[in-house]
Every structure is written in structure tokens, then in C-alpha cells.
């Protein structure tokens, strides 16, 4: 498989909406309420073109020809603070096929090169419910380790209190 990260533009909108409302994507997000066009693109002028966010589409190369590319997910750096060299990983869930274990690695790994190579960041951080295991994993496989478990921090989707695991890692090449 082989998928690269482009950054989004305005033109991704759509897809973004569409992803972040999915009940699949929100029921992992720490807030649930959901986006419109016109909050994204609020969002996207106050965030991204600043800089505190750096978010990219996961494009999947078709395999079949080699040269076109279609989108599957979005992943992205967050609050990106550059005095202290650190920020969050956010990946979203996605209903697309490719968008599996492989992809999602892969994605993870790029967005780390990015965050140490390109942005100089010495830490990485990210936030999963307790719940999700396979997500942990995933992390986990990345190189990121446990930082803390925080108790009773986030409402799920069904309004209950659940705790939710900060991971982290450090640029070694620091």
C-alpha cells in the first residue's frame, strides 16, 4: 500500500465535514458536536492557516495505475506549540476500505516525520479513550508509550464519564 499526506485546503471542506460527523469518527473525538461547512472553514482560517494546526489528507495511491490518488482520511497536528516543541497527533476514523491498520500506520509515521523533521518537535502527544484498544495498539506501534490515564476526563457518545490514556513520544534525534 501506498498512501502519502497532502495538506488540506478549502476544497477538502466537504470531506472533512463528512468524515467528522460520521458517528464512527465523533464517538472517538473528545468533543462530539458536530461540524458544518461554514464552522470548518471558521476553523480553518483561525487554525490552519496560522499554523497551530497542520492537517493533511491521507491520499491512497491507486495500485491499479500508479498515478492517481484518491482520499481516505485526514490526520493532523494540533496546538502546536513552538516555544516548548511539542503537540498533539489526532487521526481520524474513516468508513474507507484502505483506511485500515496498514494505512493508519503508515499515516502515523509520516505525520511523525513531519512533526520531528519539518516542525522540529521534540514531544507528541495524543489522546485515546480507554475503550479503544486497537487504537492504543496502534500507537503503541508507532513507538508511543503511556504518559498517563486520566479518570473520568471525557463524555462518550452515550453521555457516561470515561477515562481517557495519553500517550507520548520524544524525538530521540533531539
Request: net charge negative.
Amino acid at each position: 500500500m501506498h498512501i502519502y499526506l497532502r495538506s488540506i485546503t478549502k476544497d477538502d471542506t466537504e470531506l472533512i465535514v463528512k468524515w467528522r460527523n460520521s458517528p464512527k469518527v465523533s464517538s472517538h473525538c473528545l468533543n462530539k458536536k458536530p461540524i458544518t461547512k461554514e464552522s470548518h472553514l471558521a476553523f480553518f482560517e483561525k487554525n490552519v492557516v496560522p499554523g497551530y494546526y497542520q492537517q493533511y489528507i491521507v491520499e491512497c495511491v491507486d495500485e491499479q495505475c500508479g498515478v492517481a490518488s484518491y482520499p481516505i482520511a485526514t490526520v493532523y497536528l494540533k496546538d502546536i506549540d513552538r516555544v516548548n516543541r511539542r503537540c498533539e497527533l489526532c487521526i481520524f476514523t474513516s468508513d474507507d476500505v484502505e483506511w485500515n491498520t496498514e494505512s493508519q500506520a503508515i499515516a502515523i509515521k509520516q505525520l511523525l516525520r513531519k512533526a520531528f523533521d519539518e516542525l522540529y518537535i521534540h514531544k507528541v502527544y495524543s489522546y485515546v479513550f480507554y475503550k479503544y484498544i486497537d487504537e492504543a495498539d496502534l500507537l503503541k506501534m508507532a513507538g508511543f508509550s503511556t504518559e498517563a490515564i486520566l479518570k473520568n476526563e471525557a463524555v462518550d457518545e452515550n453521555g457516561s464519564y470515561e477515562d481517557i490514556v495519553r500517550f507520548s513520544i520524544v524525538n530521540n534525534n533531539d
